[in-house]
């Protein structure tokens, strides 16, 4: 089998609490047979999510540019790091290397709330089209609707954790969002229920392993999936096959 990627994790050397540097990771991860993993910074790197009215400032920037930039160099050549850029309101996409593969956009009811209507996001929505870069999308369930239907349509949207935290996967199933060919997910902290659910219905190429680092356990949520005793092209999709796809529909910047 080709080495396992964990398509969800998050990793950064500011917020520490928990400690979620990618050495943290691969001391939990290495043994388990996980050989890359793909990361975003930690949500507290980025904005200050327990002040709902928090706009903006210098600090937060720099804060962010320095957590984005952390995962560009975190990995090593045993076991890389594929870094996803954590995007949030000031939409800083000129801040978007080549290096990175996919975009992290995040937010929880009650926390601040990105400015859907700003020019800005257009013009981020834009460069994340030309690239074809994936989005792992993680809002409250209108928001998530919104997004894939009217704000960035056809954009290749990873929901983590089977929807848990995006409205609930059975809420998803019902808006007919799984079957959409350009939605993916991941089974991060999901059920072996849910897991098994979305794969009978809607087969398994679209759907990534993911552990959720430091929230899950990687060889946890690996085992999760691997005593699902899945036949082999499946259980080969998930743990790598079907991300290692998708990121190859990646176009570089321009
Ligand atoms: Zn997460």
């Known amino acids: 089998m080709k080495s396992i990627i964990d398509a969800h994790?998050?990793?950064?050397?500011?917020?520490r609490n928990p400690?979620?540097?990618f050495r943290d990771y691969a001391e939990r991860a290495r043994g388990g047979g996980i050989g890359s993993v793909v990361m975003f910074p930690p949500v507290m790197e980025i904005y200050d999510r327990h002040d709902p009215?928090?706009?903006d400032n210098f600090r937060w920037q720099e804060r962010r540019r320095r957590a984005n930039r952390y995962l560009l160099t975190a990995g090593d050549e045993d076991f890389p790091v594929i870094p996803y850029f954590f995007i949030w309101n000031d939409f800083a996409v000129d801040q978007l290397s080549d290096d990175h593969q996919g975009i992290k956009w995040h937010r929880h009811p009650?926390?601040?709330v990105y400015h859907y209507d700003a020019p800005e996001c257009?013009?981020?929505i834009e460069v994340i089209r030309e690239r074809n870069l994936p989005v792992v999308l993680e809002e409250e369930l209108k928001n998530t609707l919104r997004f894939i239907r009217e704000i960035a349509p056809g954009v290749r949207v990873i929901i983590p954790h089977l929807g848990l935290l995006?409205?609930?996967y059975d809420a998803l199933k019902r808006h007919g969002i799984w079957e959409m060919e350009n939605i993916y997910a991941d089974t991060a902290l999901a059920s072996?229920?849910?897991i098994a659910d979305y794969l009978n219905r809607y087969g398994h190429e679209r759907l990534l392993f993911g552990s959720d680092f430091p929230f899950g356990d990687p060889e946890e949520e690996l085992e999760k999936v691997l005593q699902m005793n899945l036949p082999e092209d499946v259980q080969e999709g998930l743990v790598g096959g079907n991300l290692r796809r998708m990121l190859s529909g990646n176009r570089p910047g321009v």
Do not use: L, Y
């Not at 994790?9 to 917020?15: R, V």
């Open 192 to 194: 072996a229920s849910d």
């Open 110 to 112: 009650g926390e601040p």
């Open 122 to 124: 257009a013009n981020a």
């Open 166 to 168: 995006n409205g609930g």
């Open 19 to 21: 400690p979620q540097s």
């Open 53 to 55: 009215g928090f706009e």
């Open 9 to 15: 994790a998050h990793g950064g050397i500011q917020d």
